[in-house]
Every structure is written in C-alpha cells, then in structure tokens.
C-alpha cells in the first residue's frame, strides 16, 4: 500500500465497511453528503480527498493520520532517523570526524529519496497549478452568471 488511496480502502475493508457505509459515517462526522460513488472515487483516485477529510477518516477507522499517509515501514524509518540523528549527535560529542563520516555516507544512502520526494513535490506543484486555473474559470464563470442574473433582474423591475 503505497498511496493514501490504497490505505483508504484497506482500512474500510479492515473495519468491515462498504463505501456507502463509510459515507455515512463522514456525512455523521462533517454534515457534508458523501454518497457511494464519491468514496469509490476517493479510493480509486479518481477525486482528491479533502485534506479536511483526513482526520474524519483517521477517527472513523481508529488509526493515527501518520497511518493513513504512511505505512508501518515507512514510519519504523522515520524512527530509525531519528535514532541514528542521536547516535550521531552523541557520536559527534566523541569524535566529530567519525560523525561527519558517517553523516556523509547517511546522506548518500538518502539521495535517492530526497530525489523523488523532489519529483512528488513537482508533479503536486504542477497539480496544484491546474485546480488554480480551474478556480480562476470557476470564478470568471460565477463573475458573468451573477451580472447575467443582476441584468435580468434589472430587466424584469423595468
């Protein structure tokens, strides 16, 4: 389970529900109407999930908003990072060139990862631009609909 879209769907098949059921239990949540088909498209990727909704779905299948983003190795790595930066701060304290050494091979081991971290933030960069000129739409859309209906209720008072 790489994406949080797999993670959605393990999770509501874990806790036993369908999307509907799960629908429900977010519309209890946040007063908002999730119906089948917009879960279907949440677990399929096919409509990003609101960044609100995470903590809703966290408490729904009784896991950590860490859980939903990341797997159990993933975050195993992250507490190995933070292990070896405090053997390497105490190692520093001992022999500043061992640390630095070792520090240098930690880093090479981690470009790789540093380097599609850097690819992940481009393409989100490059989505983020497509929903803002979408909005920008949206919003010159809504623009020319409210003059339309000022217009015509101007019409209509004549």
Known sequence: MKTITERISHFRKKNNLSQTELGEQMQEITGQLFTRSVVSNYENGRRKIPVDLIPVLAKIFGVTTDELFYTSEDMDKSHEYSTSISELQELAHRDAKAAFEKSLILLRENSNQIKELQEQ??????????????????INASDKLADTINELKRAALE
Not at 121 to 138: A, H, I, P, R
């Open 121 to 138: 933030l481009k393409n989100s960069e490059k989505e983020v631009g497509k929903y803002q000129k979408k909005l920008e739409v949206m």
